[in-house]
Nanobody, 127 residues
Framework: QVQLVESGGGLVQAGGSLRLSCAASTSGRTFSTYAMAWFRQAPGKDRDHVAA????????HYADSVKGRFTISRDNAKNTVYLQMNSLKPEDTAVYYC??????????????????WGQGTQVTVSS
């Protein structure tokens, strides 16, 4: 079982930066055995994959729309995954969700492969 709590969202101007954090509480398995990801959902749209990181942090995957601007990382000692977002655009406005997969090496974009989800944090980018 995993509980995920996101933080760090807020209002920022276009071109600015934010860092999201996702703190995990686990039972039965350690945090380092889960692959982690960030998704986002804008009003009226599907929940889309943003970035993913493998259990060790050695493998990552990004949606084309955020490549070169966002960086996913994790600190297994702190049971936390991060999403550093730079050069933010109004189209990045969404609720951002943290997700965990029981497949340690999974860094894909399928929502069905992620077993646990946080409640989300709002990111709003003004133009």
């Amino acid at each position: 079982q995993v509980q995920l709590v996101e933080s760090g969202g807020g209002l920022v101007q276009a071109g600015g930066s934010l860092r999201l954090s996702c703190a995990a509480s686990t039972s039965g398995r350690t945090f380092s055995t889960y692959a982690m990801a960030w998704f986002r959902q804008a009003p009226g749209k599907d929940r889309d994959h943003v970035a993913a990181v493998s259990w060790s942090g050695s493998s990552t995957h990004y949606a084309d729309s955020v490549k070169g601007r966002f960086t996913i990382s994790r600190d297994n000692a702190k049971n936390t995954v991060y999403l550093q977002m730079n050069s933010l655009k109004p189209e990045d406005t969404a609720v951002y969700y943290c997700a965990a997969s029981i497949t340690p090496g999974y860094i894909g974009s399928l929502r069905s492969e992620y077993n646990y989800w946080g409640q989300g944090t709002q990111v709003t980018v003004s133009s």
